[in-house]
């Protein structure tokens, strides 16, 4: 059942319900990449789909997607142990009829790599996930690439806070990736693993296109998939990620000829009329800490070509 089958108080009452707990340590559930993600997640045809989330945070993704996508049966994992005790809490609370659906791989599992996660995902129709596009301030190389362009970190960007995980990823760890480059080492190395895996499922991803669309694209097409893009809209930047890699990012591509056709895509205004590069973005939030500053977050279908 979809939001296209209720009453406008059906989806009230559905919505106003589905607030799942979520500590400090886990992605806010509420916030506009969410909203994305299950707008797009409701236009992907998923009834009766053997979906798979990596990183399956707060629970929130699965309960959506069993009571109100439709979904047969939905599994996931998530790199901080943590979430998938959380989340069957939640997928119970929320969705009590159909939380014997839902089958959390449990432990520490980094994208797809355990032998329970691999098992589940050979079964599945659809991958889904929202996974970091940022270096983690702290890596060894990015501190390098870093200091070799002269960036700076943001203000309080070497503080580890509870969420680090749900916004950074170790970018020396993934340089084998190509699309690393440009902090998209992680969601290729997922996609890598799945056209190992399962060579047939789709996959759903949300990105934050800070480094603009066409070179997501480029990544799915890259490694064997045909995008489409199901959702998008202008968000805030987060206040709390550093936004030093794409400002070390355009430095590296100046004067490289690359710069005429890549630019970090921020924006001055929720509209994005105002187009800004990440150097001057950072150069507002400098000034001001609580500038506002904004870029568009999509969700991807690749469907394995």
Same mark, same amino acid.
């Given at each position: 059942?979809?939001?296209?089958?209720?009453?406008?108080?059906?989806?009230?009452?559905?919505?106003?319900?589905?607030?799942?707990?979520?500590?400090?340590?886990?992605?806010?559930?509420?916030?506009?990449?969410?909203?994305?993600?299950?707008?797009?997640?409701?236009?992907?045809?998923?009834?009766?789909?053997?979906?798979?989330?990596v990183g399956i945070g707060t629970g929130a993704n699965a309960a959506f997607l069993l009571r109100l996508?439709?979904?047969?049966?939905?599994?996931?994992?998530?790199?901080? &142990?943590?979430? %998938?005790?959380?989340?069957?809490? $939640?997928?119970?609370? *929320?969705?009590?009829?159909? #939380?014997?659906?839902?089958?959390?791989?449990?432990?520490?599992?980094?994208?797809?790599?355990?032998?329970?996660?691999?098992e589940e995902i050979a079964q599945t129709d659809a991958v889904i996930g929202c996974l970091p596009q940022v270096a983690c301030p702290g890596d060894p190389r990015f501190d390098a690439f870093r200091k070799l362009h002269r960036t700076e970190l943001g203000e309080g960007a070497d503080v580890r806070e509870d969420d680090h995980i749900a916004h950074y990823?170790?970018?020396?760890?993934?340089?084998?990736? &190509?699309?690393? %480059?440009?902090?998209?080492?992680? $969601?290729?190395?997922? *996609?890598?693993?799945?056209? #190992?895996?399962a060579p047939k499922a789709d996959v759903i991803l949300n990105f934050g296109a800070r480094v603009g669309v066409p070179v997501l694209f480029d990544m799915f097409e890259a490694n064997g998939y045909?995008?489409?893009?199901?959702?998008?809209?202008?968000?805030?930047?987060?206040?709390?990620?550093?936004?030093?890699?794409?400002v070390a990012l355009e430095k590296a591509l100046g004067g490289t000829g690359l710069d005429h056709d890549f630019r970090c895509a921020f924006y001055r205004d929720p509209a994005g009329a105002e187009p800004i590069s990440a150097s001057e973005a950072q150069q507002m939030l400098d000034a001001d800490r609580e500038a506002a500053i904004y870029h568009e977050v999509c969700t991807i279908r690749g469907r394995p070509v």
């Open positions: 059942m979809s939001h296209s089958d209720l009453t406008a108080p059906q989806i009230d009452e559905l919505e106003s319900d589905a607030t799942p707990h979520a500590p400090e340590f886990a992605f806010d559930p509420s916030d506009p990449w969410t909203q994305t993600f299950q707008r797009a997640l409701e236009k992907a045809d998923l009834a009766g789909k053997r979906v798979y989330e996508c439709g979904a047969a049966r939905v599994s996931g994992s998530d790199l901080d &142990p943590r979430m %998938a005790d959380l989340a069957e809490r $939640n997928v119970q609370s *929320l969705a009590p009829e159909q #939380a014997h659906l839902f089958h959390p791989v449990h432990g520490a599992v980094s994208l797809i790599d355990t032998p329970e996660a691999q990823y170790p970018w020396t760890e993934f340089e084998e990736f &190509p699309f690393n %480059a440009v902090g998209l080492g992680l $969601n290729e190395a997922l *996609l890598r693993r799945l056209r #190992a895996r045909t995008p489409e893009k199901l959702q998008g809209q202008i968000v805030r930047q987060h206040a709390g990620t550093d936004i030093s890699f794409f």
